[in-house]
C-alpha cells in the first residue's frame, strides 16, 4: 500500500487592508496567495506538520467544528486544490522513509531568523502578565541543536538550498561558500547529476538519511519554513 505524506509550504503572513482590517495570506516563491476560510485551516494544521491523510483529515476536521465554519468543499477537493496549488507538498512512498524523501528532497529551506529581542519581549510581556516563570523563562533559550542541525543551518543560512542539494552538501563536507560558483561546483561538478535529477542522485547517499531526520527535526522545532522556487 502506497503511504502518502503531506506537509505545508510557504510562509503565513498578515496584511493590513482597507479600513483597517486585516487578512492572511501565504506568501510562496515572492507571490501571495489568499486563501479562503477552509483552504487557510487546512493549510494551518499541515503548517510545521508532516501527517498522513487520515491525520490531516481527522484534525482538519476537527477544527472546522471548534470554528463553527460552515463549508461548501469536501476535504479531498480542498487538499487537491492545495497541493495543485503547490502550497501543500505531498509525498509517496512504500514505507515511511521513502515518503519522507519524497515529500522534502525537493522542498527549499528556509531558516526563520533567530530575534533575541523579540524573544526578551515576549518573555517580559507574560510575566508580567502572571504567566509562570517556569514556562516564560523558556523563550529566553535559544533552540539546542545537534552538530548535524548545526550544520545544515550553517549551509541553509547562505543561499537557497533544496533538502536533496543540502544532502550533497554535507555528503561532500561543504559548509561555507564564497561565491555562486562555489555552491555550483559543490553541487553539479560531475557529469551526472543536475537540478532535475539531484533528489535520485543522492538518494543512497549515507548522509542522506542523517540530514532527512535533521531537517524534519528543524522543521517541526520551527526554526525552518519550506519554499519552493
Known amino acids: 500500500m502506497t503511504i502518502k505524506l503531506y506537509t505545508a509550504v510557504g510562509t503565513f503572513k498578515q496584511r493590513r ?6 487578512y492572511p495570506y501565504v506568501e510562496l516563491g515572492k507571490q501571495e496567495y489568499v486563501l479562503d476560510m477552509q483552504e487557510m485551516v487546512l493549510w494551518t494544521v499541515l503548517n510545521w506538520r508532516i501527517l498522513d491523510e ?5 484534525l482538519y476536521e476537527k477544527k472546522l467544528v471548534e470554528l463553527k465554519l460552515d ?16 502550497l501543500i507538498a505531498e509525498g509517496k512512498g512504500n514505507i515511511g ?18 530575534n533575541v529581542l523579540l524573544r526578551m519581549f515576549s518573555f517580559v510581556r507574560l510575566t508580567f502578565k502572571g504567566v509562570p516563570l517556569t514556562s516564560t ?8 541543536r545537534t552538530n548535524g542541525e548545526k550544520k545544515v543551518m550553517r549551509i541553509a543560512n547562505q543561499a537557497i538550498f533544496s533538502t536533496a542539494e543540502l544532502i550533497k552538501c554535507v555528503e561532500q563536507d561543504k559548509t561555507k561558500f564564497d561565491c555562486d ?5 559543490a553541487l553539479y ?10 533528489a535520485y542522485s543522492v538518494r543512497s547517499s549515507l548522509a542522506c ?8 527535526n528543524l522543521y517541526l522545532r520551527q526554526q525552518i519554513v519550506f519554499g519552493r522556487m
Open 97 to 114: 522513509e521513502d515518503a519522507l524523501y519524497d515529500l522534502l528532497s525537493n522542498l527549499y529551506v528556509v531558516p526563520i531568523p533567530q
Open 71 to 86: 463549508y461548501h468543499k469536501t476535504f479531498e477537493t480542498c487538499l487537491y486544490y492545495l497541493v495543485q496549488r503547490g
Open 189 to 198: 561538478s560531475d557529469e551526472f547529476t543536475t537540478s532535475e535529477n539531484i
Open 209 to 216: 538519511r542523517p540530514v532527512l531526520i535533521d531537517v524534519v
Open 181 to 185: 560558483e562555489d555552491i555550483l561546483d
Open 17 to 22: 487592508g482597507p479600513k483597517g482590517m486585516t
Open 54 to 58: 487520515g491525520e490531516v483529515k481527522l
Open 137 to 144: 523563562r523558556k523563550l529566553l533559550k535559544g533552540d539546542k
